[in-house]
């Protein structure tokens, strides 16, 4: 079997989701269960018994440790962590708890663990640690993408706690002998997003009649990747990434964020124009004929990075991979989703929620 942590967020529900989709194999889910950790995206595998769900943190060294010693799994996935930047700016502690000290406390356990293991089984386990590009800074214009060898230069509390996790990991490999294996991806969209990040947020805004808060001139350049293409990409990397090697998975697909917000309105005016959806109502008649009218500007973030951008050959020449879906065919998918999920919607957007988005964006 193979442990996950961070198995109810975003990415990390959708790997499970999708793991066991194709494989039997039994995944140990290990959550805190933070805002952002949601049981309900794990719904269909309530009575599933090749999921078995452990709330706890990863800072939790005994709790690991219990873990690994009574389920002996041949992998740990991690994805656990802090991952919104704006909450990074306005609160960095907790992205220095989880994503520093929590990923040091975890490779500690392991450490302990895997050292113990007979010689096959220790060959062959495996650590893979999920990252991110923004680890990299910022790219210009005109810069090439992104590489595997692109020095570190992260700009936010979240990516310098990321760049510190991924350096953790590297050291463990190197001194310790740890198999690791890392992955740096772009950024993901799909089912199950927490709508504070940008397209869930313009989703449910959207439909709820709200404004659609872009930062700045909306000319920030993103690459974007459908995020079970991303889960396809953890499992290659999983069954033939070389240990100790660092591997960017991206979409092929760099788009400005007003594009994006322009592409979001456009379907959503398709698939649910504004006179036939029933949560106008709610907002009372009058309303714009097209989603477009509610985009708004604010103040752009402090230290905003302008552009990432991901050269993912590496991955597609040594194993093979490369996204399935093109940004047209994702988001359309992504909107389809939304709209089909509508309770999910409800259920995320709580109270705490509610005051996080006025808090950050304003009216």
């Not at 990321?162 to 799909?190: E, F, M, Q």
């Not at 879906?325 to 409800?346: A, N, S």
Request: aromatic fraction near 10%; charge should be negative; include cysteine.
């Amino acid at each position: 079997m193979i442990l996950v942590t961070g198995g109810a967020g975003f990415i990390g529900a959708n790997f499970v989701l999708d793991w066991l989709a194709q494989s039997d194999e039994p995944v140990i889910n290990l959550d805190k269960l933070t805002y952002a950790g949601n049981l309900n995206n794990l719904a269909s595998l309530r009575d599933d018994p090749r999921h078995v769900f452990v709330k706890g943190d990863i800072g939790d060294t005994a709790l690991v440790a219990s873990l690994l010693a009574t389920h002996q799994p041949r992998a740990l996935l991690h994805f656990a962590a802090e991952s919104h930047v704006d909450r990074s700016i306005l609160g960095p502690a907790a992205f220095i708890e989880t994503n520093v000290n929590g990923t040091f406390a975890l490779l500690e356990a392991v450490r302990a663990y895997w050292g113990g293991l007979p010689e096959a089984d220790k060959s062959a386990f495996r650590f893979l640690h999920v990252s991110t590009d923004e680890v990299y800074g910022t790219l210009g214009p005109d810069d090439a993408p992104f590489t595997e060898t692109t020095a570190y230069a992260p700009n936010s509390p979240y990516s310098a706690s990321k760049a510190a996790s991924d350096h953790l990991v590297r050291a463990y490999h190197h001194t310790y002998g740890l198999p690791t294996l890392t992955t740096n991806c772009s950024n993901n969209y799909g089912p199950y997003h927490f709508p504070e990040k940008l397209i869930p947020l313009i989703i449910t805004n959207a439909r709820a009649g709200k404004a659609l808060p872009i930062y700045g001139d909306g000319q920030q350049v993103r690459d974007w990747l459908y995020v079970s293409d991303h889960c396809a990409a953890i499992r290659r990397v999983l069954a033939a990434g070389r240990l100790g090697e660092t591997y960017n998975i991206g979409g092929w697909n760099e788009m400005a964020n007003l594009d994006v917000v322009h592409t979001l309105c456009d379907i959503l005016d398709v698939l649910d124009p504004k006179e036939r959806s029933p949560l106008r109502e709610a907002v009372g008649r009058g309303m714009d004929a097209s989603y477009r009218d509610q985009i708004t500007t604010v103040t752009d973030r402090p230290g905003h990075d302008r552009r990432y951008a991901i050269d993912a050959g590496k991955i597609e020449r040594e194993l093979g991979w490369k996204p399935a879906e093109t940004f047209e065919t994702g988001i359309r998918k992504t909107v389809q989703w939304y709209l089909d999920h509508q309770e999910w919607v409800r259920d995320v957007h709580s109270g705490d929620y509610l005051k996080w988005v006025e808090k950050q964006y304003g009216r």
